[in-house]
């Protein structure tokens, strides 16, 4: 099993920057992907980008693609999201999953099999 913790949300005014982090524990592959993942209330989850730990490659949504970056440190099994230039339609909740195989490079297409619980941006001026 596979435990996920996000934090680092929070609230800043547009054009602002924020570093979300994503922790993971547990059995972790080697070609899992770790995703991250955004919802607003009422609307459909959207997946942002995805981090595949085999070689450290990322491919992301096309519309974060230059705002956001993904890094990671794998000695604490923790994936990053940097977001930078937020507009007030980044608001929303974040969380990061889990795909324990590679399955492609759009991963939110696949199942996921783990997803943490979310840290809260709000971007407003």
């Known amino acids: 099993e596979v435990q996920l913790v996000e934090s680092g949300g929070g609230f800043v005014q547009p ?3 924020l570093r979300l982090s994503c922790s993971a524990s547990g059995l972790l592959h080697d070609d899992s992907v770790i995703a991250w993942f955004r919802q607003v209330p009422g609307k459909d989850p959207e997946g942002l980008s995805c981090f595949t730990r085999r ?7 096309h519309f974060v693609k230059d705002r956001f970056t993904v890094s990671s440190d794998n000695a604490k099994n923790t994936v990053y999201l940097q977001m930078n230039s937020l ?3 980044d608001t929303a909740l974040y ?11 759009q991963c939110w297409l696949y199942d996921i ?3 943490g619980s979310g ?3 709000t971007v407003s001026s």
Do not use: M, Q
């Open 15 to 17: 054009g602002g920057s």
């Open 55 to 61: 070689d450290g490659s990322t491919y992301y949504r």
């Open 87 to 89: 507009k007030p339609e």
């Open 95 to 105: 969380y990061c999953a889990v795909l324990l195989k590679e399955r492609g490079v």
């Open 113 to 115: 099999d783990y997803y």
């Open 119 to 121: 840290t809260l941006v």
